[in-house]
């Protein structure tokens, strides 16, 4: 069974960075998209970022210019670097693998795979 762990988290004040990783053991990563996504409390998942497995980059609008993902393929791993951070980005953040993508999708549905989550709380 793929595992995706997450790490990274914390509790950081507005205007501060955190750098999350997400880590999986399959070399078969390669060919994955990798996202990330987030959920508040009392909120629905939303997608926030995509890579591709050939390197292109996805955002959504709402975090676009502040956040940045990537990847290592060698190390079979996704980063998501925030920076700029705002108490509306208090979230679980998520990352997911579409493990046979045709296409970039910010629908969670369409991901196979997801890691445990990982909590970054922002202060005012």
């Known amino acids: 069974q793929v595992q995706l762990v997450e790490s990274g988290g914390g509790l950081v004040q507005a205007g501060g960075s955190l750098r999350l990783s997400c880590a999986t053991s399959?070399?078969?990563?390669?060919?994955?998209?990798w996202g990330w996504f987030r959920q508040a409390p009392g909120k629905e998942r939303e997608w926030v970022a995509t890579?591709?497995?050939?390197?292109?980059?996805y955002y959504a609008d709402n975090i676009k210019g502040r956040f940045a993902i990537s990847r290592d393929n060698g190390k079979n791993m996704a980063f998501l670097q925030m920076t700029n951070l705002k108490p509306e980005d208090t979230a679980i953040y998520y990352c997911?693998?579409?493990?046979?993508?045709?296409?970039?999708?910010?629908?969670?549905?369409?991901?196979?795979?997801w890691g445990q989550g990982t909590q970054v709380t922002v202060s005012s």
């Open positions: 997911a693998g579409n493990l046979n993508p045709d296409y970039v999708t910010a629908n969670p549905h369409e991901y196979d795979i």
């Open positions: 399959e070399r078969t990563s390669t060919l994955y998209n």
């Open positions: 890579i591709g497995r050939h390197g292109g980059t």
